[in-house]
């Protein structure tokens, strides 16, 4: 169903169905569900074609696992809607961009609920872009990943271009690790404090 919107109910409750998506395929009403173990764009797909796959309203609820990218090279992008990753002790990574994906992160919340480290992988190759301007969040729960999303950080892109921890907000608060990207306003006042401490060293 090439370009298709999918509308609710996607996929019903307990629904075990490992969702491999076509390309185009879409969420974009706040009433879209998908309930399931897995969502993975491009990971099962015959054909050889890179798979494009957008989110910018509704709910992805998956009991183990989402990813990007695999047998095909595969492009998601988040604008807005919600992807919550359950822990259910499984053995697949929770989030996992591969070597040949991209995931576009502009807006929306991604929840990440698992216990290990290992379980957020950017594989090398593998894209994860916050996009200009993104209000995406991502939460995860389970312990402090501070130092975890501070090592993935550099792994990162800004609009395309490479990023490191000092770009983003990373803060654990009451069991959940946020990662965001500082309001634009946030960023003036860091680059005129930093122009104001070089202009205090010069003088």
Known sequence: MDGAT???PWGAAGNTKHYDFENGDKIDGASDVIQGKKVFPGTTAASSSPITFDISAGTLNLSQAFGVGGAASATATMTGGEINIADDNYADTGFIVR????FNFGGGVVNLA???EA???IETGGVFNWTTGSTGVFNWTGGDRTSRLTTLASSMTI???AATAAD?????DSGVTTMTLPEPATMSLLALG???MLRRRRS
């Open 6 to 8: 999918r509308t609710s």
């Open 99 to 102: 070597s040949n994906g991209t």
């Open 114 to 116: 698992e216990q290990q």
């Open 119 to 121: 379980d957020f992988l």
């Open 159 to 161: 609009a395309g271009s």
């Open 168 to 172: 983003f907000n990373i803060a654990y």
């Open 194 to 196: 930093g122009l104001a």
